[in-house]
């Protein structure tokens, strides 16, 4: 698979085959992944892959704080709620998910058993959960830069075949995934990518969302 094959063929997978993936293939697209840019090439980013017992314990500790209304505990500063083009944005790809899944609009349960796979990392066989050097908490460049290697890690996995989704649900209770991860003081949670083998029997992962043309989102300065 070619580079722009892998561009405009991904998209999002929220349904997965229970199959494991190899720990020598996780490692390879890891490693192509650690290609990706950074600011002074400081490379501030770590994986913790989860897998097993430990990413059924996140899952666990995840859904129990949620569904007790625990408030969510991330560790990086939040956007709130989004308004304007980019709440119109959010309806849009929810609609769209919910008419793939045939989840009608007053259907409570269903759109709650939704909002649950998320912070199951979608029944993925495999998370990854995205931190940087907490030294570097101060500024924004280190998730600039954490967002080019996570783009980076879901092109190399489709391009072996996996699907992903970047899920900042799954680390919305940080305080859990820190403590079956293992993940060191001096590190600070961003994201988390839910990967493995795409369930293609699963509606969601037709889903492609819709995108802006290019004349709507890009000015070009000084062209004849």
């Not at 029944?123 to 924004?140: I, N, Y």
């Not at 403590?179 to 961003?190: M, R, S, T, Y």
Request: charged content about 25%; glycine content about 8%.
């Amino acid at each position: 698979m070619d580079l722009e094959q892998a561009m405009s063929e991904r998209r999002s997978i929220r349904g997965f085959k229970p199959d494991p993936v190899p720990r020598d293939l996780l490692e390879e697209i890891i490693a192509l992944a650690n290609r990706a840019p950074s600011s002074m090439n400081t490379q501030p980013w770590h994986f913790h892959v989860l897998t097993g017992a430990p990413l059924e314990a996140v899952r666990a500790g995840n859904s129990e704080r949620m569904l007790s209304g625990v408030p969510p505990q991330r560790e990086i500063v939040d956007h709130g709620a989004y308004q304007g083009v980019h709440r119109d944005r959010q309806v849009e790809i929810a609609i769209q998910l919910f008419e793939a899944m045939g989840i009608e609009r007053d259907n409570k349960e269903k759109r709650q058993d939704w909002v649950m796979r998320g912070f199951r990392q979608f029944d993925a066989p495999v998370s990854v959960v995205v931190t940087f050097d907490r030294d570097l908490e101060g500024g924004t460049i280190a998730h600039f830069d954490l967002g080019a290697v996570t783009y980076g890690l879901v092109l190399a996995a489709w391009s072996r075949g996996l699907g992903a989704v970047i899920n900042g649900q799954g680390i919305m209770q940080s305080p859990v995934v820190r403590e079956h991860a293992g993940i060191p003081d001096d590190q600070v949670i961003l994201t988390c990518v839910a990967l493995g083998w795409p369930d293609e029997e699963f509606s969601a992962n037709s889903v492609v969302s819709r995108r802006r043309d290019v004349s709507e989102m890009a000015r070009f300065v000084g062209f004849d």
